[in-house]
Every structure is written in C-alpha cells, then in structure tokens.
C-alpha cells in the first residue's frame, strides 16, 4: 500500500511505530518527507500536508474525546470545539487544551480517538447541560450506546449533574432541534406528546396540551418539496382542529424563550370561551 494512502485512511497522521508495523521502513518514511509527500510534525510523528487535527493530537501526546471527537462518531454538536479536548497519558499545560481523564473503556481501534464511551462520560461531565446533551441523544438515538449502560457509569453524588443531563433524553429524536424544544416545552410545564400520528397530516414532532402541532424544521424544510408539503400539513391539521406552530434552527437554539412564549399565547388563545377544542373546529 501506498504510504500516502495509508495515512490519508488514518486520518492524515501516524506515529512512526505505527508506520512501522505496516510495513514502511524508516528509508521509506524518509524518502517520502524528501520528496514532500509527508511531513515530519515532530519526532516520531508523520502527516500528509496540510493535515493538522490528528497531527496535532499525535505531537500533543493524547487521544481526541470530548467535543472534540464528535465528529469521529458523528454527534449532534451545538458549537464547534474551542481547542483540543483530549485525554493524555501525561498532561501538560499547553494553550488551547482540555485535559480530560484516562480511558476506562476499549480505544478506537485506529484513530488517535477514546472510544464512544468515554467520549461521552468526558462530555456529560465538561460541557453545558445542552451540548452534552444533543451528543447523548445522538449515540442513544442511533443504537450505538444504551441510555442505561451511561446511568451505570454516572452513580454516586459526584455524578449528580451528568445523571441529570440523561434524565433528559427521549426514546426517539429526529433531530437536535426535537430534543431541545423537548426540554423547553417541559421546564415550561407544557403537556406535550411527542411524534403523534394525525390523520390526514401524517406524524407530526409535537402535540402540545393536545390541540397545538408544533414542528421543528431543518435546513431539508427549506426545499421547494418541502415547502409545499409543510403548507400542506399545515392546511390540514387546521381543518382538523388543531392550530400549528413551525420553529427553526434559530428559534430553537437562539431563541427559545421566544419560541415558548409564542407557544404560551397560542395556548391562551385557544383556551378562550368558545374554543371546545381539537377536532371541534369545524363541527
């Protein structure tokens, strides 16, 4: 195999046993930094040009975890990494770092990357309740970790806090949006049901106190299909009974007190002398 395309399949970087032990002999490694195919980041580790992240974990001495190795596993994230997140044999203070623990659970099997497990432990006791909490409920909502295998890791009072952040995710979540609107609903004291079946509408994100479909839409919404499909949803659950909100990225991760609020007034309205509820409307 070419050693290019060796390193391009291990994320750009590998330290030098690494390379050994598949067969490229330190000439080999040398003739390829001569001749400007790799990059020599410091002693013992190798790069293709241009790549930095695993180059940079490599000389860092650790492993990616945290947010910062989200998008290894493909987790929802809120905000990019500001730094490293790592976990390091050795810590050392360095700019731009996170030290994080040591692994308790099997590596990634070649990546400079902790395993799913650990990844998530680290961000449920690192990073704001929210932006754990989309990683969670994208690990548990694809079936790649179980929501009780995490509560088994997060006993005793020092885990009160992460214990809490689980006792938010749902069963199913389509989106990030879903699982956030979800826990803005509840704190608001609202009766909300999740992924409701109406006919003639199909399966809506929200039933709220069973007269208010409230949907999240991405950025798949905002295709001409789409659209029209949405208005047409739209059209029918209001000539069934039920009135209808649609939020957005923004609505839901810059404003969502704005969002409730709206949410609150609607219901306000509804409840008025004279509304006798969903399905009623027409009657």
Same mark, same amino acid.
């Given at each position: ?30 003739? &390829?930094? &001569? ?32 947010? +910062? ?20 044999? !050795? ?13 308790? !659970? ?66 199913? &979540? ?62 029918? +659950? ?15 991760? !810059?404003?969502?007190? &704005? ?25």
């Amino acid at each position: 195999m070419d050693i290019c395309d060796y390193l391009a399949r291990r994320g750009g970087a590998a330290r030098s046993g690494e390379l050994q032990k598949a067969g490229f002999t330190r000439t080999r490694v040398a003739r &390829a930094v &001569a001749l400007g195919l790799l990059v020599r980041v410091r002693r013992g580790v190798y790069a293709l040009p241009g790549e930095t992240l695993v180059a940079g974990v490599l000389a860092a001495g650790g492993r990616l975890t945290c947010l +910062s190795a989200a998008p290894v596993y493909r987790l929802w994230t809120l905000n990019e990494p500001s730094g490293l997140h790592l976990s390091r044999s !050795h810590p050392t203070r360095m700019p731009g770092v996170v030290d994080h623990g040591r692994p308790k !659970h099997p590596r990634h099997q070649w990546l400079p990357v902790l395993g799913l497990a650990d990844v998530l432990l680290h961000a449920l006791h690192c990073l704001p309740e929210l932006e754990a909490l989309v990683m969670v409920q994208s690990a548990v909502g694809a079936g790649d970790v179980a929501l009780d295998f995490l509560y088994g890791r997060c006993q005793g009072r020092r885990n009160g806090r992460a214990r809490s952040v689980l006792d938010l995710a749902i069963p199913r &979540a389509d989106s990030l949006l879903e699982v956030l609107a979800n826990v803005h609903f509840a704190r608001a004291g609202l009766r909300v049901r999740r992924h409701v079946f109406i006919p003639g509408v199909g399966e809506v994100d929200f039933l709220v106190e069973e007269c208010l479909v409230v949907e999240t839409d991405g950025s798949t919404h905002f295709e001409p299909k789409s659209i029209k499909r949405d208005q047409r949803r739209n059209n029918r +659950s209001i000539i069934g009974g039920y009135l209808v909100l649609r939020y957005y990225y923004e609505d839901v991760i !810059h404003r969502p007190e &704005a969002m409730v609020a709206e949410v609150q007034a609607v219901l306000r309205v509804w409840r008025r002398p004279g509304n006798s509820g969903a399905g009623n409307l027409f009657a």
